[in-house]
């Protein structure tokens, strides 16, 4: 089979246009009896061609006789329902192919802005941005926050469930510790992780409304990179620096 | 990920699983119509088919129609050459191939649009290998969650910052006309600008600059 792309025209040169009639005359045939075959439904085709005034008919000229009695049987509305032609096909054609075309694109966008949101996240600016981009920004952040919430909601669910063990004396000294931040810390102890998180999150409300721990971040990140926050890099979000104090003073086991 | 199997050599018998029945009897009868339709304007053939299909509906393809086609077979008779049919048959032939045309064009967009997305998801994937937080919401620790969140929370207040210094930056556009109103083309700052809808340009706002109403107020 040739894999060239066909310009979908009539063809003008008369001896290509013939064998194109033949080639794709017969690969029509078999695609008919293909799909009464697979499908064991009845079907039938009649092709006329300007090479001839008989036309060529699937599967036998009594066989397309008695579809096309079986056919006008039918009352006209179903008749018609599912009939097309050239025009009509193609209009369908096109509808699908602009939906998909849509779906598409929204998919992409929504996958463009997700970078877009990543990169701020590490600290790229937002000034590259127009108000379009602005938008769909924040429409994606807020759909990341509703999922973190719905996750964040079923794993409380779940810790809640065991009965709670009687809670280990808070440690003493705080050592620095590098909050390896893995799933394996959800493997330590649950009333552990259960009152600590509680902790958390009011520490992280309260610090995230102090603006003025924001303008200290930011000044610090256009300084230097050690500053953002001990342990390795790739760990801390560099908008969270400012709970980064807040990790040292906690142990976690 | 494979969504499908891929082309599959086949046997030609009928196919034992009924939902798969279904679904190829969708895709080849959609497939038999695109071909029928091509050989039409390709080779300026004439083609009717009629198709019953497993739930006893029945699907029908016909050029010029269908009903043209069964006539010509069960009479017999040659086409009619009339003037008028013919140039109904022109004007027929005119739109299909403005259609073939927009048609190709959209499978070229889509299929452009098709190798984007594969490309930003190869960015996420390389991303996911780096950064924890760019890993699916599914796999992430509760303090992950917590920390991603925060982060996310403080992003949008800077998003939501940086839009309002656009909106304001914008409603100061240079003077028109000179015609010494000192309120040409401000909006006022208390105009309300959707935020939270997608897709909301400049132009979606609710600031219609008729600047050449000329000297009284330039928006309404």
Known sequence: ?253 | MRKSKGRQKIEMVKMPNDSNLQVTFSKRRSGLFKKASELCTLCGAEIGIIVFSPGKKVFSFGHPCVETIIDRFLTRNPPQNSGTLQLIEAHRNASVREHNVQLTQLTNQLEAEKKRGEALNRMRKAGQAEHWWEAPIEGLGLQQLEQLKGSLEELKKNVAKQADRLLIQNSNPPQFFGAGNSNHGVIPFDTIIPYDTKNVGLSGNAMPHTYNHGYGRGFF
Not at chain 1, 38 to 66: F, G, H, R
Not at chain 1, 195 to 219: F, G, H, K, P, Y
Not at chain 1, 235 to 253: Q, V
Request: proline content about 7%; some cysteine.
């Open chain 1, 1 to 253: 089979m040739t894999r060239k792309k066909v310009k979908l025209a009539y063809i003008t040169n008369d001896s290509s246009r013939k064998a194109t009639f033949k080639k794709r005359k017969k690969g029509l045939l078999k695609k008919v009896s293909e799909l009464s075959t697979l499908c064991d439904i009845k079907t039938c085709a009649i092709i006329y061609s300007p090479y001839d005034t008989q036309p060529e008919v699937w599967p036998s000229p009594m066989e397309v006789q008695n579809i096309i009695a079986k056919f006008k049987m039918m009352p006209e509305m179903d008749q018609s329902k599912k009939m097309v032609n050239q025009e009509s096909f193609l209009r369908q054609r096109i509808a699908k192919s602009e939906e998909q075309l849509k779906k598409q694109q929204r998919d992409n966008r929504e996958k463009e802005m997700t970078q877009v949101m990543y990169r701020s996240l590490v600290g790229e600016g937002l000034h590259n941005l127009n108000i379009v981009d602005l938008n769909d920004l924040g429409w994606v952040i807020d759909k990341s926050i509703k999922e973190i919430d719905e996750k964040i909601k079923s794993l409380l669910e779940q810790q809640a469930v065991p009965p709670p063990p009687p809670p280990p004396p808070a440690a003493a000294a705080p050592a620095p510790q590098v909050v390896t931040m893995t799933s394996h810390a959800s493997r330590t102890t649950k009333q552990d992780m259960f009152n600590d998180e509680a902790a958390v999150r009011n520490t992280i409300t309260d610090l995230a409304t102090d603006s003025s721990q924001n303008q200290q971040w930011l000044m610090d990140l256009l300084k230097s990179n050690d500053n953002m926050c001990f342990g390795r890099n790739d760990d801390m979000l560099p908008y969270s620096l400012h709970t980064n104090n807040f990790w040292s003073n906690f142990p976690f086991p």
